[in-house]
């Protein structure tokens, strides 16, 4: 086991396509970080097996900001402030109908305690990697973008080089391990500004033609444990 770098962010999203939170600390649980990603705005006509409404569909879902407001007994209190200055709980019909009338589509709110996630439960993208893509298309570095739970500072590796950890385990900490399962395959969501939503094509371009459209990658919690801003990252051999 070498060490590959060291955590530089550690991010959640509670309600998907939202604006993220950076934490300090978290707890990586088997179904992912806590409290990412757990609730979700479903368009209720669709019949796709990706039903959520998302920054796709509505751009400016990236300026709205959910925030845990409060854990008592177990209970997690969602609130959600509006790009306007509005801050309503996440379950309100105000939120909803709000959401509706932006993007067009009936809406129904999803809380799923296993998360809403595209692929697996935790996203990872290496700093380099974010400096490259920002340097190839000519646009202002912002790992935002990408939306990764944990942001890695390589220790003597290039950008991408988390491409070469798809099979094999991380150990971030002390304790928690993840398996790395597969590259991260880019959407148009990664042209958006994450303060604007406003969009920058070149991004995803210089993704699709350099880089398979791929950028990050994802994993699966094979051991729980907390995990903190500055920590190492191992490789497992």
Avoid at 154 to 181: H, P
Avoid at 186 to 212: M, N
Avoid at 222 to 235: C, F, I, K, S, Y
Wanted: proline fraction near 6%; charge should be negative; charged fraction near 25%.
């Amino acid at each position: 086991m070498h060490p590959v770098g060291k955590i530089l962010q550690l991010a959640r999203y509670p309600v998907k396509s939202m604006r993220g939170e950076s934490l300090p600390a978290t707890t990586m649980t088997f179904q992912g970080v806590a409290e990412d990603r757990r609730y979700a705005f479903v368009q209720a006509a669709s019949r796709s097996d990706f039903p959520w409404l998302t920054a796709r569909q509505l751009p400016e879902l990236l300026r709205y900001k959910p925030a845990i407001e409060t854990e008592s007994l177990g209970e997690v209190m969602v609130s959600v402030t509006t790009p306007s200055g509005e801050k309503w709980p996440v379950e309100s019909d105000d939120l909803r109908r709000e959401l509706e009338k932006r993007s067009g589509r009936p809406l129904f709110l999803l809380h799923n305690g296993r998360g809403s996630y595209d692929n697996a439960p935790i996203s990872i993208i290496s700093l380099p990697t974010v400096t490259r893509i920002a340097e190839e298309s000519g646009t202002e570095e912002n790992h935002w973008r990408f939306r990764p739970n944990l942001l890695i500072d390589l220790r003597d590796a290039e950008a991408f080089e988390e491409f070469k950890w798809v099979g094999r385990v991380l150990r971030v900490g002390e304790v928690a391990r993840v398996a790395i399962t597969e590259t991260d395959q880019r959407c148009v969501v990664i042209t958006l500004d994450p303060e604007s939503a406003l969009s920058s094509p070149g991004i995803l371009q210089s993704v699709v033609q350099k880089h398979d459209q791929c950028a990050g990658v994802y994993g699966t919690v094979l051991t729980p444990g907390e995990v903190r801003m500055g920590d190492l990252v191992w490789l497992e051999t």
